[in-house]
Structure formats: structure tokens, C-alpha cells
């Protein structure tokens, strides 16, 4: 059975660090790549950050980027999330999704997502 499960969401003030993980079990994790994103109240879904697992390559929002740094530990089966100097706009609900590896620069546009999480809540408030 394909799982992804995140965690490490919270409160945190404007200004503040989070770092999220995303826990990937019942494929084969260096053939896929995992990608975060964020759904906001009354917002469309955006995709935030992507990896490759096959050899690493990152893709970021312009949204995050500078800000949130994506990293996996093959070993473990896990993407990481860390998100620095965080904005009241980055309070969302944050989902990880999977798809093949070739798919990590396009999968920030919503194309070829095969896996999904249930998500985490992240809010940014002081």
C-alpha cells in the first residue's frame, strides 16, 4: 500500500522556522519524485517545492524560493521541507505528492501527481 505522510506542521510566528517531513513507503523511493504543496482557505492549490530523488534536482514557487529549501534522505524515505522567514501568506494546509522522477520539474504545475498525503497545517500568526 503506497503511503505519504507528513508532519512537523504548527503555529509559528511571522518570521519564524518549520520543518516539515514527508514519510514515503510502498514504492521504490529513488525512482520518484516528491513534491510539496499548499492549499490556503479560498485559495487554488500551489506547488511550493520539488525533488528528485533520482539525482536531487530541486524546482521551487517563485512564491518560496530563497526562503524554503527541499532536501531528501533517501536512506530514511523522506523529503524535508524547511521553511525560513515565514509570512502570514504562507498559512495553508501542506500536502506532499509523488510522481516519477522524470516528472519533478513539471509536478509543481499540477501534471502526473500519482501519490498524495493527507496534509499538514501550517499557521503563520502572532
Known amino acids: 500500500e503506497v503511503q505519504l505522510v507528513e508532519s512537523g506542521g504548527g503555529l509559528v510566528q511571522p518570521g519564524g522556522s518549520l520543518r516539515l517531513s514527508c514519510t514515503a513507503s510502498g514504492f521504490t523511493f529513488e525512482a520518484y519524485a516528491i513534491g510539496w504543496f499548499r492549499q490556503a482557505p479560498g485559495k487554488e492549490r500551489e506547488g511550493v517545492a520539488s525533488i528528485s530523488n533520482a539525482d536531487s534536482t530541486t524546482y521551487y514557487s517563485h512564491s518560496v524560493k530563497g526562503r524554503f529549501t527541499i532536501s531528501s534522505d533517501n536512506a530514511k524515505n523522506t523529503v524535508y521541507l524547511q521553511m525560513n522567514s515565514l509570512k502570514p501568506e504562507d498559512t495553508a494546509v501542506y500536502y506532499c505528492?509523488?510522481?516519477?522522477?522524470?516528472?519533478?520539474?513539471?509536478?509543481?504545475?499540477?501534471?502526473?501527481?500519482?501519490?498524495w498525503g493527507k496534509g499538514t497545517l501550517v499557521t503563520v500568526s502572532s
Open positions: 505528492a509523488a510522481t516519477t522522477a522524470q516528472g519533478a520539474g513539471i509536478m509543481l504545475g499540477g501534471y502526473g501527481l500519482d501519490y
